[in-house]
């Protein structure tokens, strides 16, 4: 159904989340998801500092500064401080950020490393790395399936439609449909996709549904040394270019998707975090049985992963922050601009942030799904649904 590239055992997840979409759980979809979800994030934590240094390292031939990120009030604090250079644009967005900061989305969590090089007796920021939330993992999958099934209600229309034109003995270009018969085909379609998913009737494989940018990381390449920059990356062990889309517009940047073979050896030679022994710890497992597992889970699963490279200078990752691209306003407009928003795409929604939170929750034991996708519920249900994930008890 859909695939997280930056992840291990990702077909093992795209099965899961298939397996729900259907209401068919599997008794050992708990523990499975939790290993996914808890693993994944200790291994991405160990890999993604790795890859970051080393694609910082092609730019700056210095020792790089760290600092831990929890907010977007952390990175945004510091891009306006220690600047590389100045302009009237870059003046006026500092200027608006320091005279109402509280206007900036600076709550926003924001799980990520900043990075830096002593400038001019102070550090000047050169980018950073982050992790996506499990929230915005579960919107953004949701929104890809919900596109997906859209296209595939509108195509089950549009057979609908040819149907009667054939009746009519008419070409479908001469069908002249009202609005409100429109609309009955429409969810005459949704309500076939239903039963389809309902009754366990395979849909079609939608081998697009990739979410690629899991972990990314955010470089200042000033425009002259962009071509210098993607030569080093393209020469660098480890690292192989599998995609590179411009933007041009409100928003400015180069976008690579870079497959990523870690030294999965030296990345196992790290400690582990406390979180990590925490949270397995729900299911009778001690630190040594941890790092057994934890080792087993990383030896046994793909050789690479898939990380999200975002290529901007100066001002424009100031405009992607605080000025006219920025990036909680384009979240916000993706939200808006769904296309289809039936009962459907909010079980989907839902189905999606369920599982995240499941795997964040101290529950052991998965005996029912509370939510059918061909089902109809009123958001409080989901409210309480939620809630009850954090109740004590199993």
């Known amino acids: 159904m859909i695939t997280f590239s930056g992840i291990l055992h990702r077909d093992a997840l795209k099965q899961l989340i298939t397996r729900w979409m259907y209401n068919a759980p599997d008794p050992s979809d708990a523990e499975i998801l939790n290993r996914l979800v808890h ?138 449909t009202p609005q409100s018969e429109m609309i009955e085909e429409f969810l005459k379609a949704e309500s076939r996709l239903l039963d389809d998913l309902k009754n366990g009737r395979p849909m079609e494989e939608n081998h697009g549904m990739i979410i690629r940018d899991v972990a990314g990381i955010k470089v200042i390449v000033e425009d002259s040394h962009r071509q210098h920059f993607f030569d080093r990356v393209s020469e660098t062990r480890c690292c192989d270019l599998l995609e590179r889309e411009d933007h041009s517009g409100v928003y400015n940047a180069i976008n690579l998707i870079i497959r990523y073979q870690p030294d999965k050896e030296e990345l196992l030679s790290n400690p582990m975090k406390r979180q990590t022994f925490d949270f397995m710890q729900k299911w009778g497992m001690g630190p040594d049985e941890v790092r057994r597992v934890f080792r087993d889970f990383v ?88 809630k009850s994930l954090y109740d004590s008890g199993t």
């Open 39 to 176: 693993f994944n994030s200790a291994f991405i934590r160990s890999y993604l500092p790795a890859f970051s240094e080393k694609i910082f390292g092609l730019l700056h031939d210095v020792p790089l500064k760290m600092r831990k990120a929890t907010s977007k009030a952390d990175l945004k604090d510091v891009i306006v401080e220690n600047l590389p250079y100045h302009n009237p644009r870059i003046d006026a967005m500092v200027s608006a950020y320091r005279i109402d900061p509280g206007v900036y989305y600076r709550e926003t969590p924001f799980q990520g490393i900043l990075y830096f090089v002593e400038h001019s007796g102070g550090l000047r920021y050169i980018g950073s790395n982050r992790i996506k939330r499990s929230r915005r993992l579960a919107e953004k999958a949701a929104r890809r399936i919900i596109d997906r099934m859209y296209i595939d209600i509108r195509k089950r229309a549009d057979a609908l439609a040819r149907d009667r034109a054939l009746h009519l003995g008419i070409p479908m270009e001469l069908l002249i």
């Open 299 to 386: 030896l046994e699963a793909e050789e690479s992963v898939e990380v999200e490279v975002i290529v901007c200078n100066y001002q424009e990752m100031l405009e992607s922050e605080i000025g006219q691209s920025m990036h909680e306003e384009r979240i916000l407009r993706q939200r808006l601009d769904q296309q289809y928003k039936g009962q459907l795409a909010c079980n989907i929604e839902f189905l999606m942030e369920y599982l995240f939170a499941f795997a964040e929750s101290e529950k052991t034991e998965l005996t029912a799904l509370p939510i059918r996708l061909w089902d109809r519920y009123l958001p409080d249900y989901f409210d309480g649904v939620l």
